[in-house]
């Protein structure tokens, strides 16, 4: 699997991909470290993970689109599929491969952080690493199910466009339910799925359990899912 993850993540730096979405990642983050360093208070500075949640949702379909249809399009899946390596190792290092790439973008915003702290008299380095952490696990739900829809079809576009709608679902489904006394139940539901209520602890400095779980718990699931897709296909 080392291979695999090694292969996989040179491949993004081969192409302009991991260039372009770091690129852009790091252009929307600047633009609000801007604002956080304008007001000044280190408690505002969670905003700008909170922030880039907008963004992400839009940027990571391009490292996820090319994990499986890419291979499909140029016809080059077979010989990944008769490789001798399990299904499970090869999903495994394709996935670890694009999360190394966006920790990396998570990663150089600690700089961030490290610069904010200079113009502050009390950094809340705790709430720094618990959005961090947060940041990293919806990170990687969305890679994982922008993994599992670019198993499902050769279409770069498709997966790209697939990833998104899914990922908005997660994000936002609370917001499709309106409250009511009859919807109670629904709208209790889509609070615990939602990736943006699970999220919400995180940025108070809170490295809440509950919503760890359910983070590795989507990512074990569409990972699960990932594999299931494609054992299907080596044995069709």
Known sequence: MRAI????????FKSPL???????????????????IRAGYSAYFSTLYYSMFDVILL?????????????????????????????????????IAALLVYALC?????????????FVESMSWSSVICNVVGSLLFGGAFIAVGAFISSLTESLVIAAMGTFFVSAVFL????????????????????QISFNTRYTPFTEGILDFSSI????????????????????????
């Open 5 to 12: 993850i090694k292969k996989e993540f040179a491949a993004y």
């Open 18 to 36: 991991a260039y372009v979405f770091i690129a852009i990642y790091l252009f929307f983050s600047g633009m609000i470290f801007y604002n956080v």
């Open 59 to 95: 940027i990571l379909p391009l490292l996820t689109m090319r994990l499986f249809s890419e291979e499909r399009k140029h016809k080059t899946d077979q010989a990944l599929l008769t490789a001798p390596v399990s299904i499970s190792s090869l999903v495994l290092g394709k996935y």
């Open 106 to 118: 998570i990663g150089l915003t600690l700089v961030y952080a490290v610069v904010f702290s200079t």
């Open 172 to 191: 936002l489904i609370n917001l499709f339910i309106p409250s009511s006394n009859t919807n109670a139940f629904f709208e209790l539901v889509g609070n």
């Open 213 to 236: 779980v359910y983070f590795l718990s989507i990512i074990a699931t569409f990972i699960f899912l990932t594999v299931r897709a494609i054992e299907r296909r080596r044995w069709s």
